[in-house]
């Protein structure tokens, strides 16, 4: 497990990206949502039609395929949620604050 200071540096880091290039980021936030949602969809889709169709494949296959999908359609969720919540928490962070910070990270 990563110790806390390495951890602390990452996630700095990123707000601080984040903060400089809110279009980008958030454009990125919402490329990784559908696309992890699309995949995930056809994953556990296609685990289930497979599954109902009885084409032969192994369970342990057919789980592992509806677990991607389960695990990629979260992921989605996540981004969306950040995305959506992104514009209501930009306010309450002071941005000085954070450059300061990643400034000091970084040294």
């Known amino acids: 497990?990563?110790?806390k200071s390495t951890l602390q540096k990452k996630l700095?880091?990123?707000l601080a990206v984040a903060l400089a290039n809110e279009a980008a980021h958030l454009r990125k936030?919402?490329?990784s949502a559908n696309l992890s949602?699309?995949?995930g969809g056809l994953a556990a889709g296609l685990a289930l039609m497979a599954a109902l169709q009885n084409f032969?494949?192994?369970v342990v296959?057919?789980?592992v395929f509806g677990a991607i999908?389960?695990?990629?359609i979260g992921l989605s969720l996540a981004y969306s949620s950040f995305a959506?919540?992104?514009?209501?928490?930009?306010?309450?962070?002071n941005e000085q604050a954070v450059q300061e910070a990643d400034r000091n990270e970084n040294l």
């Open 84 to 93: 959506k919540q992104w514009p209501i928490l930009r306010p309450f962070i």
């Open 61 to 63: 296959l057919l789980v």
């Open 69 to 72: 999908g389960g695990f990629l």
């Open 29 to 31: 936030l919402r490329l």
């Open 56 to 58: 032969g494949f192994s």
């Open 37 to 39: 949602g699309i995949g």
């Open 1 to 3: 497990m990563k110790n």
């Open 12 to 14: 700095t880091r990123t």
